[in-house]
């Protein structure tokens, strides 16, 4: 019991100061997608602010920026939570494997991590949760509602279809029983696919004053009327995808072969997959192994589409770390890494604590490297404890202390 005490408060440990590194409030580009509704018509990333109209409106008032800012903070609070409670699931899963431990401390160090604290507004913390709950409910067998829910995390923001769906599908596949029919299983993943086909068709016949009427209205309130030209919310909320698409490609190459993302990327990538694939059910080179591989790495299509490249290169470490739960959930009794996997992971925790993700704004992380450096030094004593742990039962010597 100590020896889980002590690896839970790490984990908590670890989201706080690496949230502490860039969490603000949000920016005036999330705080005008809360406002964004249906009252114009179906637009994409209208379903949270339809929702908060709702409320406001059976409270008779209009949202300020402060309530914003209060549901804000709330979102990613429980989003926080969340990855908490995912890395707890994976610890009880798998019988509290130090490798998954030192998965987990990577993964909440990571520069993912470090930009949700950043992002804190948008709706990607949202869409993170939901997929969770998706997962949850097709380790459950409830693929119709996981299906109901991504319909729904689509309508919150697009960029579900190459975040969290893949994994859900994904999931669906590999819990499906041999005798099962899998066709059957995977039919209610049309749902989401659907809600994104009719975003498609939607965006392709959007009236040309939809732009004017979302900006008229947004106007009407004081907190974002001052930056509404410069951040021009309604234009990207409503620009077409084929137009996205010319306005971005050109860029694709060098976004997508950044080397200082790539730098600051890999190591937690590297890390997570290789717990992944000591896995009984991977082997060196496969096809199963080439579908992971290109999960990861299918956000990095929205380069395509976005100009964020910092933000939608730390979407692969989310992708490693839910197929990594979907792993430890369907195969719990894993293979312990190889030393040199917890090396990887070991290098990957200092490098999150060293490296500096590139944040938007202008704005910078807010502790200098040496501060980071004592900061996590509990989290890095945590570490060695569980390497050593692990390489000491891998060879058949007594556990010993988890410090020790």
Known sequence: MIRKGAI???????????????????????????LIDYRFGFVKRGLVGSIVAV??????????????????????????????????????????????????????????MVMSAHLVGYYDNIVVML?????????????????IVQALSLLVHENTLLLTLPAV?????????????????????????????????????????????????LSSYPFVAVTLPDVRVPHWITIGFYDSYMLHHGHFQERVLSQAMIALVFPSLLGLLGVLFAG???????????????????????????W???????????????LLWIDVETTPARVRSSQFVRFVLLAALLVNAIAVTPLMDGLRERFEVTTRLLMYAPVFLIGLGLARQSRRRASGEPGGSIVT
């Open 131 to 147: 997929g969770i709950v998706s997962l949850a409910l097709v380790f459950a067998g409830r693929i119709g509602s996981a299906a």
């Open 55 to 112: 409320v406001a409106a059976a409270l008779r008032t209009r949202p300020s920026e402060a309530a914003i800012q209060a549901l804000a903070v709330a979102a990613f609070v429980t989003f926080c939570t969340a990855m908490v409670w995912v890395c707890i699931r994976m610890l009880t899963d798998s019988r509290w494997s130090s490798d998954v431990a030192l998965a987990a401390l990577v993964f909440l160090s990571s520069p993912f």
């Open 280 to 306: 009984d059910t991977f082997v060196a080179v496969s096809p199963r192994t080439a579908v992971v591989l290109a999960m990861c790495l299918l956000p990095q299509a929205m380069h395509l589409l976005v």
């Open 169 to 217: 599908a994904w999931a669906t596949y590999v819990t499906t029983p041999p005798s099962a029919a899998l066709r059957r299983r995977m039919v209610p993943l049309l749902v989401p696919i659907v809600s994104f086909a009719l975003l498609l068709l939607r965006q392709g016949t959007a009236p040309h004053h939809l732009e004017r009427s979302l900006t008229h209205y």
């Open 8 to 34: 839970v408060a790490t984990l908590v440990t670890t989201t706080v100061v690496t949230c502490l590194r860039a969490a603000r409030l949000p920016n005036s580009f999330a705080t005008e997608h809360w």
């Open 308 to 322: 964020d490249t910092a933000r939608t290169w730390t979407y692969s470490i989310l992708c490693a770390f839910l």
